[in-house]
């Protein structure tokens, strides 16, 4: 089935991508091997999580990529100092000297103990590797403080905008109270010129033809009415 994802690239992604990257680079790993890996967890292909690296995450890490490129030169190196042959020692001849009478009737217990020190003795750690973990335990703690510095900034922002939206919510709002004064306003004015117009109109029907009538003696006189 072909690996396809149409969402976007969370900040755990990204966090979860360039932890891969940069531990295949200790390792002595390949890029590719790290994106393939990615890829299965993501559900996406290595394809998508190459050019994520090299086009988003990768700027944000640079100095954790040159980290983990001296870590693998020095483990490398390490590597090699262990695999050169040591120079042979002269073994001494064993001389077997009659054995006391104490030593002769040493217990059982005690003979034990020495054998179980000196298999501890010989399987102790050696100083290359102790340095190789604690170089690895450095570079986890710096990659750590990155990482929480950046959710930090990121804390940081989203409160930023959650104040921006909160003063755009209080703007949208006085605007909504000035909008339906504005219409109640603008209802009254309505009104108070329909019940102007019906008076000039009932001023107007009052308004009559005036009627004249004619005596006797031919003066017009008005009819009053």
């Known amino acids: 089935m072909v690996k396809v994802r149409q969402d976007a690239w969370s900040h755990e992604d990204d966090l979860l991508l360039a932890e891969t990257v940069l531990r295949h680079i200790r390792e002595g790993s390949t890029q590719l091997n790290a994106f393939e890996e990615v890829g299965d967890q993501l ?47 002269t073994v001494q001849p064993e001389v077997n000297l009659p054995m006391t009478v104490e030593e002769t009737t040493m217990p059982v217990e005690e003979t034990a103990m020495q054998v179980q020190t000196n298999e501890v003795s010989t399987s102790a750690p050696s100083i290359d590797s102790i340095i190789h973990q604690l170089h690895q335990l450095k570079t986890s703690n710096q990659v750590n403080e990155q990482i929480n510095s950046e959710l930090e900034a990121l804390k940081h922002e989203n409160d930023e905008v959650r104040n921006e ?16 004064s504005l219409q109640e306003d603008y209802q009254t004015f309505i009104n108070i010129m329909d019940r102007a117009r019906k008076m000039m109109v009932f001023d107007e029907d009052e308004v009559t033809t005036p009627s004249f009538k004619m005596e006797k003696n031919g003066n017009l006189q008005q009819i009053a009415k």
Do not use: H, I
């Open 165 to 180: 939206n909160e003063q755009l919510k209080a703007k949208v709002e006085e605007m909504s109270q000035q909008y339906a």
């Open 43 to 89: 559900n996406r292909t290595a394809a998508a999580c190459g050019f994520r690296w090299n086009a988003e995450v990768r700027k944000n890490y640079e100095k954790a990529v040159d980290l983990a490129k001296r870590q693998r030169k020095q483990r490398k190196k390490a590597q090699q100092q262990q695999r050169k042959p040591q120079p042979r020692r």
